[in-house]
């Protein structure tokens, strides 16, 4: 067995043989491809720790995780989290939208060779999908690891979730800074920030947390702004 499946058993995340196959299958092609193209800057030795035990620990909470939930990956880049955890949870329904069309290709292939029937790819951008009849307030799970400032992922996330549901946020500690313009920008949004979650592991360096933002009610259609206006102008906390 590789080290995916070592890890992943070594910190009880949940992943039959046929998913640490899938995800081992995964980590080959991330590897070959990358020689090719600028996928990941981390070394091929370290992807098992760094890449997949980080985007699949998530999953021993499993309250978080319903079965069929209809899952979006915003910015998935070579496909963490979204499509490590369509190969770990094929009862996910998964999309990845990614911006950029070479890294789409790449995530197009890992689908096919995988046969992975659960993942959609979708080149664009989510200010734009987020308005989207089918994407709006059409999802269990947003989620994002390592795009932007908690106040900028909820503006990426929270329109594309229903009510009831959850944005996903992957954060290291500097998220602890971002608590009060977060909370600011999930309530303009509709959306709560609740306590975050520690997905510290000894095989990971530095503090690792999950910060999960429930949908309270429908975002107002003023959300999401413009290409590139949530990044530039994020929403803050009034101040007084």
């Known amino acids: 067995m590789g080290d995916i499946g070592t890890l992943l058993k070594k910190w009880d995340v949940p992943c039959g043989e046929a998913g640490i196959r899938d995800l081992e299958a995964f980590a080959a092609l991330l590897t070959d491809w990358n020689t090719r193209m600028d996928l990941t800057s981390v070394p091929a ?13 998530p999953l021993r909470e499993a309250a978080l995780f319903p079965r069929g939930a ?4 915003v910015g998935t880049g070579a496909g963490f989290p979204g499509l490590a955890l369509a190969a770990a949870r094929r009862d ?32 664009d951008r989510a200010e734009v999908l987020g308005r989207a009849p089918g994407h709006r307030e059409s999802y269990d799970l947003a989620v994002a690891r390592a795009v932007a400032g908690l106040n900028v992922l909820c503006e990426y996330l929270l329109p594309f979730v229903r009510t009831g549901g ?17 909370r600011a920008a999930a309530q303009a949004l509709g959306g709560r920030v609740e306590t975050p979650l520690e997905m510290t592991c000894g095989d990971l360096e530095g503090r690792r947390l999950l910060v999960p933002v429930r949908k309270m009610e429908e975002t107002s259609h003023q959300y999401p702004r413009k290409n590139g206006i949530p990044a530039k102008r994020p929403i803050q906390c009034a101040k007084s």
Not at 45 to 57: K, T
Not at 166 to 182: H, R
């Open 166 to 182: 959850f944005a996903l946020c992957w954060k290291g500690p500097a998220v602890l800074e971002e608590m009060t313009d977060g």
């Open 70 to 73: 209809r899952l979006i990956d």
């Open 92 to 123: 996910l329904q998964v999309t990845l939208l990614e911006a950029q069309g070479k890294r789409c290709q790449f995530l197009n292939a890992v689908r096919d060779a995988l046969k992975l029937e659960n993942v959609t790819v979708i080149q």
């Open 45 to 57: 030795q370290e992807m098992a720790a760094r890449h997949f035990l980080d985007s699949l620990l």
